[in-house]
């Protein structure tokens, strides 16, 4: 099997202008790291949780080649954050380093100017660095608000099959599901129990990350309505649709739910060998009682597809703030 992502990259990083602290590896490094550890912002506990939030951690702790430390919202000091949507909040204003996070949900430019001035009253406002964001949609919400932003986009999970590729795993089930957090309690009305469906569940101990991958790979498609779980499926050349669920939004409002898998997809077409052609993630609306019969088994393996195109992986690793601790090429395993 070959690895499904090509990634090639220089010794010497390319660093933003733009940056308040040094212009540096070595400056960024020192302002992010306390004993000899990175501080990175992700929501799941230091061990266990949901499967993105740890994912940032995995991704940032084998690129840099050190340890990360979780950082507490309340430190104010510089950190990096680099997956998930921890943009519009007061993180924006508090001195991140951005690599391939983004917003949760369309932010207006006065939200955000509202957050800088109570940061900077409250003695807390240091201004973000951006070296690359999710998506274009992302970026151009910074770019209304007057934020300098590379044109680098890219969710770094993207990046996995360049970390771990195992050599071979059997398909044993027709469709893999994963449900968002916020569907969790209602996974067992959802599904009913079949031999050729997996369920692979989106809260993890950190040292069972791996397993999801090697889950999703005994999958002949992915049914979720997680998008790292979406994102994890067109890393590895999955074929996935999305779901979501009737009256159960991820968002408090419904109809700013699409957003983050927008900007996700936005980003990648926009990396592509091929950013012309179009590529949305085929979707069905289960209900919360719903069963998982022959017809919606041959509806999901009927539509799944994967990007008909190459993500390119290089502007997003170039643009990563840390020296790599060893070189990433494309493998042939």
């Known amino acids: ?71 507490d919202k309340q430190d104010g000091r510089p950190h990096l954050g680099a997956i998930g949507s921890i943009l519009g909040r007061d993180e924006i204003c508090n001195a991140p380093y951005v690599w391939g996070s983004g917003f949760l949900s369309h932010t207006p430019s006065w939200k955000i100017w509202f957050v800088m001035l109570r940061q900077f009253f409250r003695g807390k406002y240091l201004p973000p660095k951006f070296f690359a964001v999710r998506g274009l949609r992302s970026w151009e919400i910074l770019k209304k608000a007057g934020f300098d932003c590379p044109k680098v986009f890219g969710d770094p999970g993207l990046l996995l099959p360049a970390l771990y590729f195992p050599r071979h795993v059997e398909k044993k089930y027709k469709v893999g599901v994963i449900c968002h957090w916020k569907h969790h309690k ?39 309505s997680s998008l790292h779980g979406l994102i994890l499926a067109n890393a590895y050349k999955v074929p996935a649709v999305r779901f979501t669920v009737c009256g159960a939004s991820i968002h408090k409002k419904e109809e700013m739910q699409d957003f983050k898998f927008e900007d996700y997809l936005s980003g990648l077409r926009f990396q592509s060998d091929c950013p012309g052609v179009k590529y949305e993630f085929p979707i069905i609306q289960v209900k919360k009682d719903q069963i998982f019969d022959e017809k919606l088994m041959e509806t999901i393996l009927s539509i799944a597809s994967v990007p008909p195109y190459q993500f390119n992986a290089e502007p997003l690793l170039n643009a990563f703030p840390l020296d790599l601790s060893r070189d990433i090429f494309s493998s042939k395993t």
């Open 186 to 224: 209602i996974k067992d009305f959802l599904f009913t129990e079949r031999n050729d469906v997996k369920y692979i569940a989106i809260e993890r101990e950190y040292s069972d990350i791996t397993s999801f991958i090697d889950e999703l790979l005994s999958c002949d498609a992915i049914f979720s």
């Open 1 to 71: 099997m070959s690895t499904p992502l090509t990634a090639r990259l220089s010794d010497k990083k390319r660093v933003s202008s733009n940056s308040f602290f040094s212009n540096s590896d070595k400056g960024i490094e020192e302002a992010i790291t306390v004993d000899n550890k990175i501080r990175l912002l992700y929501a799941a506990k230091e061990e266990s949780g949901n499967f993105g939030d740890l994912l940032s951690k995995y991704v940032v702790e084998d690129l840099s080649g050190k340890k990360v430390e979780r950082y």
